[in-house]
């Protein structure tokens, strides 16, 4: 079992920089794939970060660049540095993890992710 907690979302206007928390607990120890998904209002669900075990970061196109994924070992905390937001860039923000240390099958399929936080919001306004 996974337990996945999200903090640090809020307002923010075009241009500006967040950063998202998810606090990781887990009944085995070492990381799991983990991924930041995002929902914003009529849109499809979508992945806009991975890292794995090993600390593989991957992103999309969307956001290359702008977001950045990291972890603190000690705080089993998984952040999502956010900069340069755009008005497109708002969502409801989740943290998502797989049961492996790897990450398997497409890393932006959420429907590969068996643990699911509560989601934080975020807004960018123009």
């Known amino acids: 079992q996974v337990q996945l907690v999200e903090s640090g979302g809020g307002s923010v206007q075009s241009g500006g920089s967040l950063r998202l928390s998810c606090a990781v607990s887990?009944?085995?120890?070492?990381?799991?794939?983990i991924a930041w998904f995002r929902q914003g209002p009529g849109k499809e669900r979508e992945g806009v970060a991975t890292v794995d075990g090993d600390g593989l970061t991957t992103y999309p196109d969307s956001v290359k660049g702008r977001f950045a994924i990291s972890r603190d070992n000690a705080k089993n905390t998984l952040y999502l540095q956010m900069n340069s937001l755009k008005p497109e860039d708002t969502a409801m923000y989740y943290c998502a993890a797989q049961t492996g240390y790897y990450c398997s099958g497409s890393r932006y399929a959420s429907s590969k992710y068996a643990y699911w936080g509560q989601g934080t919001q975020v807004t960018v306004s123009s």
């Open positions: 887990s009944d085995r120890s070492g990381w799991h794939c």
